[in-house]
């Protein structure tokens, strides 16, 4: 809504700047300009010059076959600021230690930031292999289950413009996806799902399975996951069945219920 002059800004820029952000934040996907001038009562032209200004700095991605606008990376970037100054960390990791120890096996808590997963918790199983994924470690979010699941939440359009073609594909053990049309498929396996695999992707011999956490907006704020070894038989469904639990609560604690 328009500001009422009592309310109104000593910094108009800015201030509608952030409420751009904020609505974005809001949205299941990208929307029009129109859209947004509308919705939050900004001079159509001022909502132009801000969406370029914001795109110049990576935190708003234009979608010009749709004629409508996303967060972009570097909003992500905050997102993960936000993780790395400790408040999901916190809430997260007794969930993950009790995770660890119901089901026998390493689990850990990653967050979104552009095209990477970042671990924030990792509590490591008894008798079990040491991980790649320590605390502040970062991997191709596309061959971790945490990063699946988190992508198979983000809208398609967004998931679009973070792979747009092929060099955007980082390898590690050659499995995994290697342009946007076999994400898409690995992605459509997750939703039917509702959870996230990988085998060897990140490290041969070990594998994985993710569950996303969202927040009050439905977007994914983190992923919960377990690892274990390729020649361990354990039931990829029945796991995610724990980690669901530890999501769920933990989506409790952040507020999204």
Do not use: C, K, N
Not at 175 to 180: A, E, I, N, T
């Amino acid at each position: 809504m328009p500001d009422s002059p009592r309310t109104r800004p000593q910094v108009p820029a800015a201030d509608q700047t952030l409420r751009i952000l904020s609505f974005l934040a809001h949205q299941r996907g990208p929307v029009a300009a129109s859209t947004i001038a509308t919705t939050l009562g900004i001079a159509r032209s001022s909502v132009y010059h801000l969406l370029d200004a914001l795109e110049a700095h990576g935190f708003v991605i234009h979608l010009p076959a749709e004629r409508r606008w996303g967060l972009g990376t570097a909003a992500f970037e905050l997102a993960g600021g936000f993780s790395r100054q400790q408040p999901l960390a916190r809430l997260g990791r007794p969930l993950v230690a009790a995770l660890a120890d119901r089901a026998g096996e390493s689990a850990h808590l990653a967050v979104m930031t552009g095209r990477d997963v970042l671990y924030i918790v990792e509590e490591r199983a008894p008798r079990r292999p040491a991980l790649v994924t320590d605390v502040g470690v970062r991997l191709p979010a596309h061959l971790t289950a945490t990063g699946r699941a988190m992508l198979a939440v983000l809208p398609r359009e967004q998931v679009r413009a973070l792979y747009p073609d092929a060099s955007a594909f980082a390898d590690r053990t050659g499995r995994g996806p290697s342009g946007p049309s076999e994400l898409r498929e690995v992605l459509r396996e997750v939703r039917a799902r509702g959870f996230a695999t990988e085998d060897g992707e990140v490290t041969l011999g070990l594998r994985s399975v993710g569950v996303a956490v969202r927040d009050h907006a439905g977007w994914p704020a983190a992923a919960i996951a377990l690892t274990w070894p390729t020649d361990a038989e354990r039931d990829a469904e029945s796991l995610a069945a724990l980690i669901r639990d530890a999501a769920t609560e933990l989506e409790r604690r952040i507020g999204r219920t």
